[in-house]
């Protein structure tokens, strides 16, 4: 099962490592559109849809709440082993692991 995910994650994390050359040190509408995008698509391919679960838990702001924010951000970051949560660090800018975590903690804008 894990490689199943891993197949359809690795074509993700190259399309998002292509996008991340461009980050500038300045998020445009444009970039946050993306960012948005990916936490609705890619990030709910496993935490699901709506983020409230899947093969990955949830990730709704009742969720997050307590959850130190440098916690999520270095899942972001570094993946988690024995899972199929991959890093992300390597492809995302700081700002942009900034707003995933600032939007996962307060809720994602859907309909962009």
Do not use: Y
Request: proline share 6%; glycine share 12%; hydrophobic share 40%.
């Amino acid at each position: 099962m894990i490689r199943t995910v891993m197949a359809l994650i690795v074509p993700v994390m190259a399309g998002l490592a292509a996008s991340a050359l461009w980050a500038s040190s300045e998020l445009t509408d444009e970039r946050i559109r993306q960012l948005n995008q990916m936490l609705i698509h890619d990030c709910g391919s496993c935490h699901g849809l709506t983020l409230s679960g899947g093969l990955g838990p949830a990730l709704t702001p009742a969720a997050m709440q307590g959850k130190p924010t440098e916690t999520i951000r270095q899942t972001i970051v570094n993946g988690r082993k024995g899972t199929p949560m991959p890093p992300f660090g390597s492809m995302l800018s700081g700002q942009d692991i900034d707003w995933l975590v600032d939007a996962i903690k307060d809720g994602i804008t859907r309909g962009d």
